[in-house]
């Protein structure tokens, strides 16, 4: 069952995520299983996206290692007694298909092509899509927008932020932090970035200098780096409760990944902050 799409008006990334979720089903070394990002590759985008893995194989085993580390911190989190999670900038997470759970509820937040389109092919394939908020959320007070549609401020909750912060300028991610801890008594946020030298094409190493110029050329390009995770305690009231890199995370749950990521120790890393 196929759903007409502008690929244009989606946004190409999210697609090229899609395509990485679902070509996880079919590696010999499998970190994960999704069956559902599938619906989400259309055939006009695989040529682009096999031609991005090729362009740094250990690039591409990193966002394999990013993909599994928020897989496991939403089904690590449920079991906690998480009852909300919130993916901000969702694109075709399908993560709340495969954790469904009792007493969890699930809130996609993203552009309105791109929670449209999502619900089309989610009921195409017979699947009630969960509660969304169509919208760019730094131009909304985001936690009103999700207050509408049934999330409950005073329980434990998650906001999944993948994928974002590379994109956006430094006030703007300060900014959505302090609003978020404005209004919200607690809660826990985890985000992935990229390290300074990434952005500056400074890391020495080409393969990810052309994975930063492929991206610049042909989609939204990464603007913004961190190196001092200390700046967001200085910036935001929230806390550091965990950080780390995805290689090491990567390695410790795929062994054999550490030859291949070692180059790349620190170049891309995630943050957990908590209010």
């Not at 690929?7 to 999704?34: K, Q, Y």
């Amino acid at each position: 069952m196929t759903t007409t799409v502008d690929i244009n008006d989606v946004g190409m990334t999210a697609f090229f995520i899609a395509w990485f979720r679902d070509a996880e089903r079919n590696r010999p070394d499998s970190l994960f299983n999704d069956p559902y990002s599938q619906w989400f590759v259309p055939d006009e985008i695989k040529p682009a996206a096999r031609r991005f893995a090729e362009l740094c194989p250990e690039f591409d085993d990193l966002i394999r290692c990013r993909l599994l580390f928020f897989q496991e911190l939403v089904k690590a989190e449920i079991a906690k007694g998480t009852r909300q999670i919130v993916s901000v900038g969702s694109g075709f997470d399908t993560r709340p298909a495969i954790f469904r759970a009792d007493g969890v509820t699930f809130y996609d937040v993203d552009q309105p092509a791109v929670v449209q389109y999502k619900r089309r092919v989610l009921e195409n394939h017979g699947i009630q899509p969960w509660p969304s908020v169509p919208c760019d959320y730094l131009d909304v007070d985001l936690p009103e927008k999700l207050q509408d549609i049934g999330f409950d401020p005073d329980l434990p909750s998650l906001f999944i932020w993948e994928g974002n912060t590379m994109y956006l300028p430094r006030d703007l991610i300060f900014g959505f932090l302090r609003d978020l801890a404005a209004q919200l008594p607690a809660f826990t946020i985890a985000f992935d970035y990229k390290h300074t030298s990434v952005i500056d094409r400074t890391s020495g190493i080409p393969s990810v200098t052309r994975v930063f110029d492929y991206f610049s050329d042909r989609f939204t390009p990464f603007i913004t780096g961190f190196d001092d995770l200390a700046v967001f305690e200085q910036q935001t009231p929230l806390h550091i409760v965990e950080s780390g890199g995805m290689e090491a995370f990567g390695v410790r749950h795929a062994p054999h990944f550490a030859d291949s990521l070692a180059p790349l120790a620190g170049l891309y890393n995630y943050c957990i902050l908590s209010k």
